[in-house]
């Protein structure tokens, strides 16, 4: 493994491949607590590094009594740290204890109630003996037998063991996942295990990390010059102004246009980036490389891949220009990381990949510097309001690497393009008008592979789709749908119908996140 750094860290969550496990990392920051998410192969090397006061241990798709089922270091047990285990975690926690954990029949996926049989520190002041809550269940497996020392202090009708405590060793399991939104307690429960069982105080800020990351970027760069990549989205933003606060005038900002931007995206970029910085800025119009490239293309991840590429074959252009430069700057966010790849030594599923996470060709012969890689979105937002960033940018919504190419299912052409761009640009400038904009976590549309009969004009037409899709959310893992009100879908509906030529049908998206992504590719 990597040589660790020394240095406290408060919380250490513990990887074993599930999906969520930054939610949980997330919510313990949400509660003022810092935390980062290690391996489970190397937590008695983190322990000794980071001085943690809490562990928590995240669910995963393995089966706790399997062979090769991934575990910790028993010795983690005796080191009297307060520990949490979630969904596979707590199996865990009973396997190595010498309970037994087995295949259920009766799996539970999806909204369940759990049921308070013992009074418990980790549910203080939140729920009472005999009292229900509702809790999210993902499972096919279950405690059947606690190990000795360790009480059950809550069910569901369909097993008899959601949560269990051991308050000699200060250890607690949770059968659900209190770090989803669907589990109403759930961060008060964590809450709870912090401050109660674990007695850490809040003391984690954002003004903090950007104190520390501009002290940490000054130093690393010295004398040497910074290339970063802006689309003008909040994330390349923020890092922009981030490092410019840092090291000034030797920071050099490209924008690529790669013809797959929102209507005139680049005209805004360009301006907004003026204002808010007094770094270089390379202006490049790449449109005709990138439209050739994906020319045929359907599959989405060729059209990623293609376009990651060819992103990287533009800065390796242009950083040769660039005098002094050692540095490429990313705005690789943490949700990015666990959909694209596993966590060092975890086991979770790829759902997509990102063109900018993964690092970067030798030949390009640039160090990489990713200063928000550990932030959500929300917290990417709070230290763009600390740079003083203006509400335009803090508060856009989120826009792909790849652009409109994954919200244009099949064959890429410039005509659909066109018609992507002023479908799109009508549905943003109706939020905005109507004061939905910012209440909202991501909107945009997504022009279907989809022709139907229609009529206009008193004529026959035969036309494509549109989609729109808005959201609401927190941090990207999970969203559920935006409810607009009727007159306003019929509003949109009419204006994409009447001023879009080409498109004779407007769809709803009403899918949340999970089943479904946030982008349709």
């Given at each position: 493994?990597?040589?660790l750094?020394?240095?406290?860290?408060?919380v250490l969550?513990?990887?074993?491949?599930?999906?969520?496990?930054?939610?949980?990392?997330?919510r313990?920051?949400?509660?003022?607590?810092?935390?980062?998410?290690?391996?489970?192969?190397?937590?008695?090397?983190?322990?000794?590094y980071?001085?943690?006061?809490?562990i928590?241990?995240?669910?995963?798709?393995a089966?706790?009594f399997?062979?090769?089922?991934p575990?910790?270091?028993?010795?983690?047990?005796?080191?009297?740290?307060?520990?949490l285990?979630?969904?596979?975690?707590?199996?865990?926690?009973?396997?190595?204890h010498?309970?037994?954990?087995?295949?259920?029949?009766?799996?539970?996926?999806?909204?369940?109630?759990?049921?308070?049989?013992?009074?418990?520190?980790?549910?203080?002041?939140?729920?009472?003996l005999?009292?229900?809550?509702?809790?999210?269940?993902s499972h096919?497996?279950e405690?059947?037998?606690v190990p000795?020392g360790?009480?059950?202090?809550?069910n569901?009708?369909s097993?008899?063991?959601?949560?269990?405590?051991?308050?000699?060793?200060?250890?607690?399991?949770?059968?659900?996942?209190?770090?989803?939104?669907?589990?109403i307690?759930?961060?008060s429960l964590?809450?709870?295990?912090?401050?109660?069982?674990?007695?850490?105080?809040p003391?984690w800020?954002?003004?903090?990390?950007?104190d520390?990351?501009?002290?940490?970027?000054?130093?690393?760069?010295?004398?040497?010059?910074?290339i970063c990549g802006?689309?003008?989205?909040?994330?390349?933003?923020?890092v922009?102004?981030?490092?410019?606060?840092?090291?000034?005038?030797?920071?050099t900002?490209?924008?690529?246009?790669?013809?797959?931007?929102?209507k005139?995206?680049?005209k805004?970029?360009?301006?907004?980036f003026k204002?808010?910085?007094?770094?270089k800025?390379?202006?490049?119009?790449?449109?005709?490389?990138?439209l050739?490239?994906?020319?045929?293309?359907?599959?989405p991840?060729?059209?990623?891949?293609?376009?990651?590429?060819?992103f990287?074959?533009?800065?390796?252009r242009?950083?040769?220009k660039?005098?002094?430069?050692?540095?490429?700057?990313?705005g690789?966010?943490?949700?990015?990381?666990i959909?694209?790849?596993?966590?060092?030594?975890s086991?979770?599923?790829?759902?997509k990949?990102?063109h900018?996470?993964?690092?970067?060709?030798?030949?390009?012969?640039?160090?990489?510097?990713?200063?928000?890689r550990?932030?959500f979105?929300d917290?990417?937002r709070s230290?763009?309001?600390?740079?003083?960033?203006?509400?335009?940018?803090?508060?856009?919504?989120p826009?792909?690497?790849?652009?409109?190419?994954?919200?244009?299912?099949?064959?890429?052409?410039e005509?659909?393009?066109?018609?992507?761009?002023?479908?799109?640009?009508?549905?943003?400038?109706?939020?905005?008008?109507?004061?939905?904009?910012?209440?909202?976590?991501?909107?945009?549309?997504?022009?279907?592979?989809?022709?139907s009969?229609?009529v206009?004009?008193?004529?026959?037409s035969?036309?494509?789709?549109?989609?729109?899709r808005?959201?609401?959310s927190?941090?990207?893992?999970?969203a559920e749908?935006?409810?607009?009100?009727?007159s306003?879908?019929?509003?949109?509906?009419g204006?994409?119908?009447?001023?879009?030529?080409g498109?004779?049908?407007?769809?709803?998206?009403i899918?949340?996140?999970?089943?479904?992504?946030?982008?349709?590719?």
């Open positions: 493994m990597k040589v750094e020394k240095k406290h860290i408060p969550v513990v990887d074993f491949g599930s999906q969520t496990t930054q939610l949980i990392l997330r313990v920051r949400d509660l003022g607590v810092y935390c980062e998410v290690v391996s489970h192969k190397d937590i008695l090397q983190c322990i000794k980071y001085s943690p006061k809490a928590i241990f995240s669910g995963g798709p089966s706790a399997k062979k090769n089922a575990k910790v270091n028993k010795k983690v047990y005796e080191l009297n740290i307060p520990i285990g979630i969904c596979y975690g707590m199996q865990l926690i009973c396997e190595q010498n309970g037994e954990v087995r295949e259920t029949n009766t799996r539970e996926f999806g909204k369940a109630n759990i049921r308070v049989l013992k009074n418990d520190p980790i549910f203080k002041k939140i729920l009472k005999g009292q229900k809550s509702q809790v999210w269940m096919g497996d405690v059947n037998k000795k360790f009480d059950i202090i809550a569901t009708e097993i008899k063991v959601a949560a269990i405590s051991n308050k000699k060793k200060n250890i607690y399991g949770l059968q659900f996942h209190p770090e989803v939104v669907q589990s307690k759930g961060k964590i809450k709870n295990f912090l401050f109660q069982a674990s007695k850490i105080k003391l800020k954002i003004d903090d990390f950007l520390k990351q501009v002290s940490i970027i000054k130093n690393l760069v010295g004398e040497d010059e910074v802006l689309s003008g989205g909040v994330d390349s933003s923020v922009a102004a981030l490092i410019n606060k840092a090291i000034g005038k030797k920071l900002c490209i924008f690529v246009n790669h013809g797959l931007l929102r005139d995206e680049d805004e970029v360009l301006r907004d204002k808010y910085t007094n770094a800025i390379v202006y490049i119009n790449a449109k005709k490389v990138f050739d490239k994906l020319k045929g293309v359907e599959d991840e060729k059209k990623r891949k293609i376009i990651g590429k060819e990287i074959k533009v800065f390796e242009e950083a040769k660039i005098k002094n430069a050692k540095y490429l700057a990313q690789t966010l943490y949700p990015d990381v959909e694209s790849k596993s966590i060092e030594g086991k979770s599923k790829i759902i990949s990102h900018n996470v993964g690092g970067l060709p030798k030949k390009l012969n640039l160090k990489l510097i990713e200063p928000l550990e932030l979105k917290e990417v230290l763009g309001a600390s740079l003083s960033l203006p509400k335009n940018i803090i508060n856009r919504h826009f792909p690497g790849p652009g409109l190419a994954i919200r244009i299912p099949g064959i890429i052409t005509k659909k393009i066109n018609i992507l761009k002023n479908a799109d640009a009508i549905f943003i400038e109706e939020l905005k008008r109507n004061k939905l904009y910012e209440k909202i976590w991501q909107a945009f549309c997504v022009l279907l592979p989809i022709k009969v229609g206009m004009g008193d004529s026959r035969y036309e494509l789709t549109i989609s729109i808005a959201i609401t927190k941090d990207g893992m999970t749908i935006f409810c607009f009100n009727e306003f879908l019929k509003k949109i509906s204006r994409i119908v009447g001023e879009v030529k498109v004779n049908r407007v769809l709803y998206d899918t949340s996140k999970p089943p479904a992504t946030i982008e349709w590719e």
